[in-house]
T-cell receptor
Framework: DAKTTQPPSMDCAEGRAANLPCNHS???????VYWYRQIHSQGPQYIIH???NNETNEMASLIITEDRKSSTLILPHATLRDTAVYYC????????????????FGTGTQLKVEL | GAVVSQHPSWVICKSGTSVKIECRSL??????MFWYRQFPKQSLMLMAT?????????EQGVEKDKFLINHASLTLSTLTVTSAHPEDSSFYIC?????????????FGPGTRLTVL
C-alpha cells in the first residue's frame, strides 16, 4: 500500500471548517484513500473513503486532487468532539481483496478544536 | 454501521499472569478479525489477523506463543496475553470484517487498556 504523509498537528476554532491534508504521491490506480479518526483512548472510527471523485457523507467531505497524489478531509463545522487523531490511509479496495488486506496506520494528524 | 465490542475495557494484572481479551461482532458475522496494539503516543500496530476456524497470521516480531489468538466462531475472537510483563502494558484494539454478503470494511472495537504491574 502507498505511503501517506500528514502534518503532525493542526488547530481549528470551533464552528469553523477543519481542512486536513494528506499526501500520497505514490498511490496506485486501484488504491483508495481512506480516513479514520481516533478519539483519545477509543478505537478508530471510519470517516470516509474515495477513489478519485470527491465524496461527502454526514461526517465529512473528501476532496481528491485530479492527479490523486493528495487529498483533503474537510470537517465543515468542527466541534470540540472532533478533537482526535486523523489517519489518512491508502489501500486497495477491500472488495477486490476480500477485505483481507491490512490497514496500515501512520502517525496521523492530531486535530485540536478549541473554543 | 457494524458494532464491535471488547471486554474488558480495562484490566490490571500482576506480572506473570495471563489475561484474556474478548472481541465480539454484535450485528454481523466476522470472518476476519484483526488485533492491534497501541503504545502511548504511538500509532496502531497490527499484531495478527485471524480468520474464523483457522490459525492466526502474526506480523513480524509478534510472538505467537505469547499472544494466543482464537477465532472459534463468526462473532468472537479472543486474545490471550500469556505470562504478561510490564512491557506488555498497552492499549489492545480489535477490528472485525464481515464475509460474503457482509461488510468488507474493518470496524473497530473500543479497545482494552492492559496494565501489568
Amino acid at each position: 500500500d502507498a505511503k501517506t504523509t500528514q502534518p503532525p498537528s493542526m488547530d481549528c476554532a470551533e464552528g469553523r471548517a477543519a481542512n486536513l491534508p494528506c499526501n500520497h504521491s505514490t498511490i496506485s490506480g486501484n488504491e483508495y484513500v481512506y480516513w479514520y479518526r481516533q478519539i483519545h483512548s477509543q478505537g478508530p472510527q471510519y470517516i470516509i473513503h474515495g477513489l478519485k471523485n470527491n465524496e461527502t457523507n454526514e461526517m465529512a467531505s473528501l476532496i481528491i486532487t485530479e492527479d490523486r497524489k493528495s487529498s483533503t478531509l474537510i470537517l465543515p463545522h468542527a466541534t470540540l468532539r472532533d478533537t482526535a487523531v486523523y489517519y489518512c490511509i491508502v489501500r486497495v479496495d477491500p472488495a477486490l481483496t476480500g477485505g483481507g488486506n491490512k490497514l496500515t496506520f501512520g502517525t496521523g494528524t492530531q486535530l485540536k478544536v478549541e473554543l | 454501521g457494524a458494532v464491535v465490542s471488547q471486554h474488558p475495557s480495562w484490566v490490571i494484572c500482576k506480572s506473570g499472569t495471563s489475561v484474556k481479551i474478548e472481541c465480539r461482532s454484535l450485528d454481523f458475522q466476522a470472518t476476519t478479525m484483526f488485533w492491534y496494539r497501541q503504545f502511548p503516543k504511538q500509532s496502531l500496530m497490527l499484531m495478527a489477523t485471524s480468520n474464523e476456524g483457522s490459525k492466526a497470521t502474526y506480523e513480524q516480531g509478534v510472538e505467537k506463543d505469547k499472544f494466543l489468538i482464537n477465532h472459534a466462531s463468526l462473532t468472537l475472537s479472543t486474545l490471550t496475553v500469556t505470562s504478561a510483563h510490564p512491557e506488555d502494558s498497552s492499549f489492545y484494539i480489535c477490528s472485525a470484517r464481515g464475509g460474503a454478503g457482509g461488510y468488507n470494511e474493518q470496524f473497530f472495537g473500543p479497545g482494552t487498556r492492559l496494565t501489568v504491574l
